[in-house]
């Protein structure tokens, strides 16, 4: 599967901002789907996941409340919904998949996802 993040820019902070992520190749709906997120000089950290069926979700502490993720299984895309961002929600985001089964202690590991998309920049100014 290949995967192709968008809608990142630039927002103020308490504003709202929604990633996608298209997949092509095979249906979005036999994977796992996850967000992470690198800022600068760091290292690349967990956002969430969200199963297959789009029933099960996993949140980072750091965006519990304020974001969520959905899915279009018909248009083959994952939905990153932002509120409420911070100046230190600013970061490159990262989509990825995962082919396994969910596993909510897994979820939020980097070396689940076996693939990943290109990123998109997110800016939240003060």
């Known amino acids: 599967v290949q995967l192709q993040a968008f809608g990142g820019g630039l927002v103020q902070a308490g504003g709202s901002l929604r990633l996608s992520c298209a997949a092509s190749g095979r249906p979005f709906s036999t994977y796992t789907a996850g967000w992470f997120r690198q800022a600068q000089g760091k290292g690349r950290e967990f956002v969430g996941a969200n199963s297959r069926s789009g029933i099960l979700t996993s949140y980072a502490d750091s965006v519990k409340g304020r974001f969520t993720i959905s899915r279009d299984n018909a248009k083959n895309t994952v939905y990153l919904h932002m509120n409420n961002l911070k100046p230190e929600d600013t970061a490159v985001y990262y989509c990825?998949?995962?082919?396994?089964?969910?596993?909510?202690?897994?979820?939020?590991?980097?070396?689940?996802?076996?693939?990943w998309g290109q990123g998109t920049l997110v800016t939240v100014s003060s």
């Open positions: 990825a998949a995962d082919g396994l089964a969910w596993n909510n202690a897994l979820v939020s590991s980097r070396g689940r996802y076996g693939y």
